[in-house]
């Protein structure tokens, strides 16, 4: 688990990270998450915004019926999750939004 990591240990998801925000700066800006539970991942979240989630979709070449799609909330919350493996990272992209709210991507299912 995370039991002696030091920040050495996460430099895939940080590599990662640094070379999304240099080839893909023009998309939407997700909640970011890198940590030591899980240190080769790096989880970009959308909340209320499913057009950045697909955005990030696919530039990163993520097939539509890759996506997996599932609720939360009693049935009150979409959820949208792909991954795909870039510069070593695992990636993680998870959107989120409110089922009464109208979609506002293709992506909603």
């Known amino acids: 688990m995370s039991d002696g990591l030091t920040l050495d240990d996460l430099s895939a998801p940080l590599r990662a990270l640094r070379l999304l925000a240099v080839d893909f700066g023009h998309l939407p800006a997700p909640a970011v998450?890198?940590?030591?539970v899980y240190p080769n991942r790096l989880e970009?979240?959308?909340?209320?915004?499913?057009?950045g989630f697909e955005a990030w979709r696919e530039?990163?070449?993520?097939?539509?019926?890759?996506v997996a799609h599932s609720t939360?909330?009693?049935g009150d919350t979409r959820v949208l999750k792909a991954t795909a493996d870039?510069?070593?990272?695992?990636?993680?992209l998870t959107g989120f939004a409110d089922i009464t709210a109208p979609a506002s991507s293709?992506?909603?299912g």
């Open 59 to 66: 530039a990163l070449g993520v097939a539509p019926d890759a």
């Open 33 to 36: 998450r890198a940590g030591t």
């Open 106 to 108: 293709g992506a909603a």
């Open 86 to 92: 870039f510069a070593g990272a695992v990636l993680v």
């Open 72 to 74: 939360q909330g009693d």
């Open 44 to 51: 970009l979240s959308f909340h209320d915004d499913l057009a």
